[in-house]
């Protein structure tokens, strides 16, 4: 059966540089079905769904709904939900949790604040502390969207979890059905693609010790899309894998050409080209799209390091 997926990987699309862009994630808990635009198509009261829309529009704040991996027959009222919070700038990252009893209190954030990375409001509100356990993998799974994410996502997230990985849930979109089954890990906010059980148990055991694997990652959502695939080409070229250990600082240009600068903690900056083309041959990009097309895919096409001087006068 040929799918949006299959198509993908047999032409060798590209994966860096995919990533859905967001500095913080506010995930909430809701079993039951999702539709194709979950925070309005679920069991997930629809006019709270489009208030939490309208509250994070516009403030890098992205809200996702999570679940348990298994079946979900929605077992009436939840009385109690889990719900995260997660910034994933370099240097500020971080991840609280919180359980709640009415989902109506996420209004009560500031969502501006969360955005760049204050978590008062959260702890505040929902009484939310620091996540001690085990990284988050979050798994699309909503077939409403792409029958990809459902064929290939739940799979994978019943593997995992079955298999004793603490922290799997379901979430209802990350972008890019065609590189299903996707992945997003938290506290990092490095999104993987094409993930099988054995790498992603890989990548959360670097995660535990503070590492990126690169291989299959799409980038750190922190990032625009040039941003994330100069930060993981200059990852590969430097053997740099310590997770906070590489920010992208400027981005100068417009589609479909920029030039990226990525710092080091060390102080080292590199200086990474990106150019924007399009993936070739047109191909269906999600399940049951009539038209075929060419998505834009981030090609790092010059890299080089600045020397101290450089990188000051930039």
């Known amino acids: 059966m040929s799918t949006c997926s299959t198509v993908s990987q047999d032409l060798d699309e590209p994966i860096a540089g ?32 489009r208030a ?35 910034h ?11 359980t709640m009893h009415d989902p109506e209190q996420l209004l009560d954030l500031d969502f501006a604040a969360l955005g760049m990375g204050d978590h008062h409001t959260f702890d505040s509100v929902l009484q939310g502390r620091r996540h001690t356990g085990d990284p988050l993998a979050l798994v699309c799974t909503n077939g409403k969207r792409d029958r990809c994410c459902a064929l290939l996502g739940r799979p994978l997230a019943a593997e995992l979890a079955s298999s004793g990985v603490e922290g799997v849930w379901e979430v209802t979109h990350l972008g890019g059905h065609r ?52 930060e993981l080409a200059v990852r590969a070229a430097a053997g740099e894998y310590a997770a906070e250990a590489l920010s992208v600082v400027r981005t100068d240009g417009t589609a479909p050409r920029w030039e990226v600068t990525v710092a080091h903690v060390d102080g080292r900056h590199w200086r990474v080209v990106v150019a924007q083309g399009a993936s070739l041959p047109p191909r269906p990009e999600s399940c049951g799209a009539s038209v075929l097309g060419s998505p834009a895919r981030m090609d790092v096409v010059a890299m080089h390091e600045l020397t101290m001087t450089t990188a000051l006068a930039s």
């Not at 309208?54 to 298994?70: D, E, F, N, Q, S």
């Not at 790498?199 to 941003?227: F, M, T, Y």
Request: charged share 15%; glycine share 12%.
């Open 88 to 98: 994933t700038v370099p240097g500020m990252a971080w991840l609280h949790a919180a």
């Open 179 to 230: 590189f299903s089954p996707t992945l997003l890990v938290l506290p990092y906010g490095y999104a993987y693609g094409r993930a099988q059980a054995h790498a992603v148990k890989e990548v959360l055991h670097g995660v535990q010790e503070g590492q990126i694997i690169v291989d299959g990652c799409r980038g750190n959502s922190a990032w625009e899309r040039p941003g994330q695939a100069a």
């Open 52 to 86: 939490l829309e309208a509250a994070a529009k516009g403030t890098g704040v992205r809200v996702a709904l999570i679940r348990r991996p298994g079946r979900h027959a929605d077992c009436g009222t939840l009385t109690e939900r889990q719900v995260y919070a997660a």
């Open 18 to 49: 995919t990533a859905a862009t967001a500095t913080t994630w506010l995930l909430l808990e809701q079993p039951g079905p999702w539709g194709a635009k979950a925070l309005t198509q679920s069991h997930l009261d629809p006019a709270l769904g």
